[in-house]
C-alpha cells in the first residue's frame, strides 16, 4: 500500500481529482484485492500480472471510475412493453423532468402560502389539478400504490375486517401480495368465493358487526377466463350502500385515457371507475399515468380527509421532486397535450407509424455499412405495468441474425453505451420500436452498427 502511494502517478492523479488519502486508499485496496483474487483463481499468471504492476497508475484510475460510476444508467427500451417495471416503468414527461431538475436546486413553497404567508399544504396544486379532471372527487397522495392500500385500510379498517374475492388476492411485482399488505394494515383478510366464481350473495353473507371495508381488487397481470364470474364493482357499492360499510376499488394502473380505441376493452378510466359511486380509489402514478412512482387515493373527500388525518400519511407522503414531477404531468392532461406524456405517445403510435419508423432505421444501417440479416417484422407490444394482461398492440421490430446466437448479441448489446433492451425470438435479437425513444434512435443505429460491422 505505502509502495503504491509513494509512486508519482498516482500522488499525481490524486492531486489532480482532489482525492483526501482515505478514498485514494480505498481504490489502492480495491485494485490490490481484484489482482489477488486474480491470482489465486488462476486468471492472472506471472506475465499478466507484471504488465498490471507496470501501469499502477492507470489501474488505480480505473478502479476509482468503477467504485463511483453510478448504478442507474440510461438504457434503451426495445422490448415492446410500454410500462416496463424492470426498466423504471413511464419514462416521465420532458417538462416535469425538466422543472423537477431545475426546482430540486432550489428553495420552493412546498408547504408556504404566498397569499397569506402562513402554512400551506404540499398537496394543494395536485388537489387543484385532479379536481379539473374528477370534478366532486378528493385526493391526497403517498408515495405508492402498495403505501395507499396500507393507508386506506388502516384508516378504514383497522382491527376489522375486509371482504374480498378470493380469485383477488393478487400477488404483485417483487413478491408482495394483497393479503400480506391488508395484514400490515392491522386489518382482518375476510375472503368470499372461490378463486373462478364470486358473487354478491358470498359478499352479502358475509358481512358482520366487524366488517370495516368492502375492497374490490384489480386482477393486475393476469386474466381468469372460462367458468367464470365476478361480483361487479356497482354492485359492490350498491351493497355497501345497503349495511353502511366503505368501498375501495383498488385500481392499480390509473387510466386517464379511453383504451377502447386501442382495442383494448377492458381497462376503464379513474373517471369511469370513480361514476360507480365508489367511496375510495387507489392507484399508481407510473404505469398509464405516464409519471413519477406515486400512490393516489381519489374519492369521497370525508373518506379523503380520514386517510390525510392518519399519523401513517406523513410517513408516507410525496417529496418535493415527485410532487414537482406529477404536478407537470396532470397539468398536461388538464391542457390537453397527451402528446408530451411518453407512455401514452407509446399508447397510441400507429401500426403505419411505427412500420415506416422501422424501415428508416433498417435502411439507416444498410447505409452505414452493416452486412448481418436485418429484417423488419411485424410483432405485438404490450402495456406492461399489469394493465391490459394478454392484450397485444400491433407495433413493428428489427429483427437481427448473428452467427454466435441471439444470447451472444444481447449480451454486446446490454454493454453498449446506452445498454439496449430487447427480446429473444426464434433466436433472432427483435427490438420493437414502439418503446424506443425519438431521440434514440441516433444512439441505436450506433450500438448496432458498432457490433455488427464488427
Given at each position: 500500500?505505502?509502495?503504491?502511494?509513494?509512486?508519482?502517478?498516482?500522488?499525481?492523479?490524486?492531486?489532480?481529482?482532489?482525492?483526501?488519502?482515505?478514498?485514494?486508499?480505498?481504490?489502492?485496496?480495491?485494485?490490490?484485492?481484484?489482482?489477488?483474487?486474480?491470482?489465486?483463481?488462476g486468471?492472472?499468471?506471472?506475465?499478466?500480472?507484471?504488465?498490471?504492476?507496470?501501469?499502477?497508475?492507470?489501474?488505480?484510475?480505473?478502479?476509482?471510475?468503477?467504485?463511483?460510476?453510478?448504478?442507474?444508467?440510461?438504457?434503451?427500451?426495445?422490448?415492446?412493453?410500454?410500462?416496463?417495471?424492470?426498466?423504471?416503468?413511464?419514462?416521465?414527461?420532458?417538462?416535469?423532468?425538466?422543472?423537477?431538475?431545475?426546482?430540486?436546486?432550489?428553495?420552493l413553497?412546498?408547504?408556504?402560502?404566498?397569499?397569506?404567508?402562513?402554512?400551506?399544504?404540499?398537496?394543494?396544486?395536485?388537489?387543484?389539478?385532479?379536481?379539473?379532471?374528477?370534478?366532486?372527487?378528493?385526493?391526497?397522495?403517498?408515495?405508492?400504490?402498495?403505501?395507499?392500500?396500507?393507508?386506506?385500510?388502516?384508516?378504514?379498517?383497522?382491527?376489522?375486517?375486509?371482504?374480498?374475492?378470493?380469485?383477488?388476492?393478487?400477488?404483485?411485482?417483487?413478491?408482495?401480495?394483497?393479503?400480506e399488505?391488508?395484514?400490515?394494515?392491522?386489518?382482518?383478510?375476510?375472503?368470499?368465493?372461490?378463486?373462478?366464481?364470486?358473487?354478491?350473495?358470498?359478499?352479502?353473507?358475509?358481512?358482520?358487526?366487524?366488517?370495516?371495508v368492502?375492497?374490490?381488487?384489480?386482477?393486475?397481470?393476469?386474466?381468469?377466463?372460462?367458468?367464470?364470474?365476478?361480483?361487479?364493482?356497482?354492485?359492490?357499492?350498491d351493497?355497501?350502500?345497503?349495511?353502511?360499510?366503505?368501498?375501495?376499488?383498488?385500481?392499480?394502473?390509473?387510466c386517464?385515457?379511453?383504451?377502447?380505441?386501442?382495442?383494448?376493452h377492458?381497462?376503464?378510466?379513474?373517471?369511469?371507475?370513480?361514476?360507480?359511486?365508489?367511496?375510495?380509489?387507489?392507484?399508481?402514478?407510473?404505469?398509464?399515468?405516464?409519471?413519477?412512482?406515486?400512490g393516489?387515493?381519489?374519492?369521497?373527500?370525508?373518506?379523503?380527509?380520514?386517510?390525510?388525518?392518519?399519523?401513517l400519511?406523513?410517513?408516507?407522503?410525496?417529496?418535493?421532486?415527485?410532487?414537482?414531477a406529477?404536478?407537470?404531468?396532470?397539468?398536461?392532461?388538464?391542457?390537453?397535450?397527451?402528446?408530451?406524456?411518453?407512455?401514452?405517445?407509446?399508447?397510441?403510435?400507429s401500426?403505419?407509424?411505427?412500420?415506416?419508423?422501422?424501415?428508416?432505421?433498417?435502411?439507416?444501417?444498410?447505409?452505414?455499412?452493416?452486412?448481418?440479416?436485418?429484417?423488419?417484422?411485424?410483432?405485438?407490444?404490450?402495456?406492461?405495468?399489469?394493465?391490459?394482461?394478454?392484450?397485444?398492440?400491433?407495433?413493428?421490430?428489427?429483427?437481427l441474425?448473428?452467427?454466435?446466437?441471439?444470447?451472444?448479441?444481447?449480451?454486446?448489446?446490454?454493454?453498449?453505451?446506452?445498454?439496449?433492451?430487447?427480446?429473444?425470438?426464434?433466436?433472432?435479437?427483435?427490438?420493437?420500436?414502439?418503446?424506443?425513444?425519438?431521440?434514440?434512435?441516433?444512439?441505436?443505429?450506433?450500438?448496432?452498427?458498432?457490433?455488427?460491422?464488427?
Open positions: 500500500m505505502d509502495r503504491v502511494l509513494a509512486l508519482p502517478e498516482v500522488s499525481a492523479w490524486a492531486q489532480a481529482g482532489g482525492y483526501g488519502r482515505r478514498f485514494v486508499t480505498r481504490v489502492i485496496n480495491t485494485l490490490l484485492e481484484e489482482f489477488r483474487a486474480g491470482v489465486l483463481a486468471d492472472l499468471d506471472a506475465d499478466a500480472l507484471d504488465a498490471l504492476l507496470d501501469d499502477l497508475g492507470a489501474g488505480v484510475a480505473d478502479a476509482a471510475r468503477r467504485l463511483t460510476a453510478p448504478h442507474l444508467r440510461h438504457v434503451i427500451n426495445a422490448t415492446g412493453v410500454i410500462v416496463h417495471t424492470n426498466l423504471g416503468r413511464s419514462p416521465w414527461p420532458a417538462v416535469a423532468a425538466g422543472r423537477t431538475a431545475d426546482l430540486s436546486q432550489r428553495y413553497n412546498l408547504e408556504f402560502d404566498l397569499e397569506t404567508g402562513g402554512r400551506g399544504r404540499r398537496s394543494a396544486a395536485l388537489e387543484r389539478l385532479v379536481g379539473q379532471l374528477l370534478p366532486g372527487a378528493a385526493v391526497t397522495v403517498v408515495n405508492n400504490c402498495a403505501a395507499a392500500v396500507l393507508l386506506v385500510l388502516n384508516t378504514l379498517a383497522e382491527g376489522k375486517e375486509v371482504i374480498v374475492s378470493r380469485g383477488q388476492l393478487v400477488e404483485i411485482g417483487g413478491s408482495f401480495r394483497i393479503p399488505v391488508m395484514k400490515k394494515s392491522q386489518s382482518l383478510l375476510r375472503e368470499v368465493g372461490s378463486t373462478n366464481r364470486t358473487r354478491r350473495d358470498d359478499f352479502e353473507a358475509a358481512i358482520g358487526p366487524e366488517t370495516g368492502l375492497l374490490s381488487v384489480h386482477p393486475s397481470n393476469y386474466r381468469v377466463v372460462g367458468f367464470t364470474e365476478e361480483t361487479s364493482l356497482r354492485e359492490l357499492v351493497l355497501g350502500r345497503e349495511h353502511g360499510i366503505p368501498v375501495v376499488d383498488d385500481f392499480g394502473s390509473g386517464f385515457i379511453d383504451l377502447r380505441e386501442l382495442g383494448i377492458d381497462e376503464p378510466t379513474v373517471a369511469e371507475r370513480l361514476e360507480t359511486g365508489v367511496d375510495l380509489l387507489t392507484f399508481s402514478g407510473d404505469k398509464l399515468l405516464g409519471g413519477p412512482q406515486a393516489f387515493i381519489v374519492g369521497k373527500p370525508d373518506y379523503v380527509a380520514r386517510v390525510r388525518k392518519n399519523p400519511y406523513r410517513a408516507l407522503r410525496l417529496d418535493k421532486a415527485t410532487t414537482l406529477l404536478e407537470s404531468t396532470l397539468a398536461a392532461y388538464v391542457t390537453g397535450d397527451l402528446e408530451s406524456i411518453p407512455v401514452v405517445r407509446m399508447l397510441r403510435a401500426a403505419a407509424e411505427l412500420e415506416r419508423r422501422a424501415h428508416a432505421l433498417a435502411d439507416r444501417l444498410t447505409t452505414a455499412g452493416v452486412r448481418s440479416p436485418i429484417e423488419v417484422v411485424e410483432v405485438a407490444s404490450r402495456v406492461g405495468g399489469g394493465a391490459a394482461p394478454g392484450r397485444d398492440l400491433p407495433s413493428f421490430a428489427l429483427a441474425e448473428w452467427e454466435p446466437g441471439a444470447d451472444d448479441l444481447m449480451g454486446r448489446l446490454r454493454a453498449t453505451d446506452p445498454p439496449v433492451i430487447g427480446r429473444i425470438v426464434d433466436d433472432r435479437v427483435v427490438l420493437d420500436v414502439r418503446t424506443i425513444l425519438p431521440d434514440e434512435d441516433e444512439a441505436l443505429v450506433g450500438a448496432l452498427g458498432e457490433i455488427l460491422e464488427g
